[in-house]
């Protein structure tokens, strides 16, 4: 099962807007929210609620991606989120997302004992190249123990 696949399983969320995991890498995961009536805003574009969810379920796909190794020892978390909302974006949107430190740097806090905190930066991009959001979600993996 492709991380993807399992955020689509797990995450009704995800399920619900029918996010499309494009591209899902410990470098890069791109996510696509296909345009659909139904989650658009007073001006027929996509609702912020939905812009969010989508950069934040592009955030979780590269921390999975990331690591993913480390399910066994701690569970990741996102601690909080930051978004801007740049220019309007109508129809499909696209949210590319890139961890803000070395995943390697991450791993050696969690094997000295201590629960890492990282960013993850976030782009919301029309289908023109655009970019009609910007976001940040910090994680941190708590230890299971």
């Not at 899902?24 to 805003?41: F, I, R």
């Not at 801007?84 to 004992?113: F, H, I, N, Q, S």
Request: hydrophobic residues 45%.
């Amino acid at each position: 099962m492709s991380i993807g696949e399992m955020l689509a399983a797990t995450v009704p969320m995800a399920r619900t807007l029918n996010l499309e995991f494009r591209e899902t890498t410990p470098e890069k995961a791109v996510v696509a929210l296909p345009d659909q009536g139904d989650y658009h805003n007073h001006v027929g574009g996509p609702h912020a609620g939905a812009m969010f969810t989508l950069g934040e379920s592009a955030s979780g796909a590269i921390v999975l991606a990331a690591f993913g190794e480390q399910l066994s020892r701690a569970v990741p978390l996102a601690v909080r989120a930051d978004i801007a909302y740049k220019k309007l974006a109508m129809g499909p949107v696209t949210a590319t997302a890139t961890l803000g430190r070395p995943a390697a740097d991450v791993v050696a806090e969690l094997d000295a004992g201590q629960r890492p905190e990282f960013p993850v930066a976030i782009a919301i991009q029309r289908e023109d190249g655009a970019v009609t959001g910007e976001m940040t979600v910090v994680w941190t993996l708590r230890p299971n123990n």
